[in-house]
Nanobody, 123 residues
Framework: QVQLVESGGGLVQPGGSLRLSCAAS????????MAWYRQAPGKQRGLVAA???????NYADSVKGRFIISRDNAKNTVYLQMNSLKPEDTAVYYC?????????????????WGQGTQVTVSS
């Protein structure tokens, strides 16, 4: 079955960087769009960044210019480079195949969610 495994989170100071990875297995992901989501405590999961199978990218306004999504289709892996991190970026980050992508994308994914990876931005 489909399995999504996120990694790369951690504790970082404001202004710092992290690179998240998501390894997908159990399906042919190279032909699907992929997306990163995040869920902060007490908030709903939301779409952060998405990438088409051809490499076109879109971002939530809150992360534009700071985050970069990319993918390696040969490895069935999607990445999220996060720069200039802010405390408000603190959340659990997940990847999935989006049900609806930008501009009207929401927090729904097509497959069971992985465990996510915690990102904490704090001094």
């Amino acid at each position: 079955q489909v399995q999504l495994v996120e990694s790369g989170g951690g504790l970082v100071q404001p202004g710092g960087s992290l690179r998240l990875s998501c390894a997908a297995s159990g399906g042919i992901f190279s032909v699907r769009p992929m997306a990163w989501y995040r869920q902060a405590p007490g908030k709903q999961r939301g779409l952060v960044a998405a990438i088409t199978r051809g490499g076109e990218t879109n971002y939530a306004d809150s992360v534009k210019g700071r985050f970069i999504i990319s993918r390696d289709n040969a490895k069935n892996t999607v990445y999220l480079q996060m720069n200039s991190l802010k405390p408000e970026d603190t959340a659990v980050y997940y990847c999935n195949v989006p049900v609806i992508t930008f501009p009207t994308g929401d927090g729904r994914g097509n497959f069971p969610w992985g465990q996510g990876t915690q990102v904490t931005v704090s001094s």
